[in-house]
């Protein structure tokens, strides 16, 4: 047993002497290793991604099968449609309350006419039109009437200048009828 220690120990002893003790050599080496070991370790990373990518979209491609409609019997929808209608039966239906309509305000409206019957809208509009009560008058009556004394009272005037005046008399004019 001794000689095998002493065999093994001076083995060892050969062996270290052989060995370089060049250090940049050794760096060189060690940082070749390195970089082997890196790319061994992007490599399995890569491997890995690409295997849960896979399994990734098994997965979804399963549950797109799953999801897709399957066919079904004209009993499997009259079930369906029976257990609906229970379903529907049984919850209490709440009433929804409509809004009341709202309408326009026609105290505001001048030209408006409210009558029943024939009779009553002919009176009426007769009435509103100025058939017979208050020298009411149509605006391009007015406007014939008016624009020729503004024309003898203000000769240098424009067009427009004469329609302004016009609307302007017409507006406080006792002959309009949405005035009254």
């Not at 295997?51 to 399957?70: C, G």
């Not at 326009?104 to 009558?115: F, I, M, Y």
């Amino acid at each position: 047993k001794f000689q095998l220690v002493a065999a093994v120990a001076a083995a060892a002893a050969e062996d270290a002497a052989w060995e370089d003790m060049d250090t940049k050599a050794s760096a060189k080496k060690r940082r070749q290793e390195q970089r082997i070991e890196a790319h061994d370790a992007k490599v399995a990373a890569r491997r890995d991604r690409r295997v849960s990518e896979q399994l990734e979209s098994e997965a979804l491609s399963i549950t797109k099968k799953a999801q897709r409609p399957q066919k079904i019997t004209q009993a499997e929808v009259a079930r369906r449609q029976a257990l609906l209608a229970a379903a529907n039966m049984q919850k209490p239906k709440l009433a929804a309350v409509k809004p009341p309509k709202v309408e326009e305000n026609k105290n505001r409206l001048h030209s408006v006419v409210e009558a029943s019957g024939i009779d009553a809208a002919i009176s009426a509009l007769s009435v509103a039109g100025g058939g017979g009560g208050g020298g009411a008058i149509s605006f391009k009556e007015f406007e014939k009437q008016t624009l020729q004394q503004l024309k003898e009272e203000n000769p240098c005037l424009k067009t427009s200048q004469y329609r302004e005046h016009v609307r302007k008399l017409w507006a406080r004019s006792s002959q309009n009828p949405q005035r009254r």
